[in-house]
């Protein structure tokens, strides 16, 4: 089921009392992308593809005469790599990466897929009116980008989907929790979106979620997501095969 970019009128969604402007949550929206943050994103996307191989140093200098950079936004890019789990930081021998082994993976996505099952069950309850129809914007705009094929820009705005249904749990803790849950799994969720046809299949994944966050149905959006994260790590494991 696909929903068309206009909003869409649920006859049996559950009325949503208003929310005071004090209460409602503006939707976490992604900034400017900094140096550190790409440097990050290409370093991650070489350890996740194997370029660079588990135990392999990772040189300030060298990385930053590759990049053309400072060794400031090496750096912190190394910093993010070592919190997410990618790389770690060896006494007298520096950032070298490092691969989760197959059961740390495993128990790392079925965390998220519980989280973030808790995100979409609380959003389907709490969600203002304005915040349902942010997220049904983004999911259009996701349909459209699944037809145009663009890992990178789909993985973008992913990601704001995604942040939509934290906010929308209107339950700070938890989306804090899941956020820094999602930041350690990024660079595998991302891998996946390489996979042929993998685009049009969340897109598909995501339509269950919002379909059941709009009719208010707690369990239901539970358990679509559940399972859209457990396909995305099936899809990543297909991947990580591939390479």
């Known amino acids: 089921m696909s929903i068309d970019p206009q909003p869409l009128q649920h006859r049996d969604a559950k009325p949503i009392p208003a929310q005071p402007a004090a209460q409602q949550r503006a939707v976490p929206t992604i900034g400017k992308t900094t140096r550190a943050e790409e440097l ?5 996307d070489e350890i996740v593809r194997g370029v660079l191989a588990p135990g ?8 930053a005469k590759r990049f053309n950079v400072s060794r400031t936004p090496v750096r912190e890019a190394l910093r993010q790599l070592v919190a997410s789990g990618l790389v770690e930081s060896r006494p007298h ?26 995100c979409a069950g609380f959003a389907a309850e709490r969600m203002s009116p304005l915040e349902r129809r942010d997220l049904e914007a983004i999911h259009a705009e996701l349909r459209l980008l699944s ?23 209107h339950n700070d803790y938890i989306a804090e ?10 660079p595998f969720r991302r891998a996946q979106f390489r996979n042929l046809g993998r685009l049009a299949k969340s897109h598909a994944e995501h339509d269950r979620v919002v379909v059941a966050i709009m009719r208010g149905d707690r369990a239901g959006a539970a358990a679509a997501m559940r ?12 991947y990580a095969v591939s390479v």
């Open 147 to 169: 037809h145009q094929g663009n890992p990178e820009r789909f993985h973008e705005m992913n990601e704001r989907f995604h942040n939509a249904i934290y906010a929308g749990s």
């Open 93 to 118: 021998h520096g950032a070298v990466v490092a691969q989760p082994s197959f059961e740390r993976l495993t128990g790392m996505f079925e965390a998220m897929a519980e989280l973030e099952a808790m």
């Open 40 to 44: 990050r994103r290409q370093l991650a």
């Open 56 to 63: 392999a140093s990772l040189d300030e200098t060298e990385i």
């Open 227 to 238: 399972g859209h994260i457990e396909l995305v790590r099936d899809e990543y494991e297909i």
């Open 177 to 186: 929790i899941t956020l820094a849950t999602r930041v350690r799994v990024q």
